[in-house]
């Protein structure tokens, strides 16, 4: 997975998500991020083109995204995690996850 084939570029990120969708998922780990998707690591996984509901909090931000996504994989084997495709993010969130991202850029 080399980010030059990428819509949008990869970062790891210290940061925790919290999941609704079938189950309700707390401080889920983020393996990592893009202005297009998030990819979170947990035990319980949710099925393909599942819609959740998303809390992504950036402690070292002091700051959280509350999005909508569709997930598009997921891994039942180990380690269990699945990638979300963000959908109906508006300019405001996506300009607050652009600046949160190019903050760990510099």
Avoid: K
Wanted: proline share 2%; net charge negative; hydrophobic share 35%.
């Amino acid at each position: 997975e080399d980010n030059e084939n990428r819509e949008h570029r990869r970062f790891e990120v210290t940061a925790l998500v919290d999941c609704t969708g079938r189950e309700l998922l707390l401080n889920h780990r983020v393996s990592n991020i893009s202005l297009g998707g998030i990819c979170i690591l947990s035990e319980s996984v949710e099925e393909t083109g599942s819609i959740v509901d998303l809390v992504i909090n950036f402690p070292e931000q002091d700051t959280s995204l509350a999005v909508q996504g569709e997930v598009v994989w997921c891994n039942t084997e180990s380690p269990r995690d699945m990638g979300i495709r963000y959908v109906n993010m508006d300019d405001e969130r996506r300009n607050t996850l652009r600046r949160f991202l190019e903050a760990r850029d510099s």
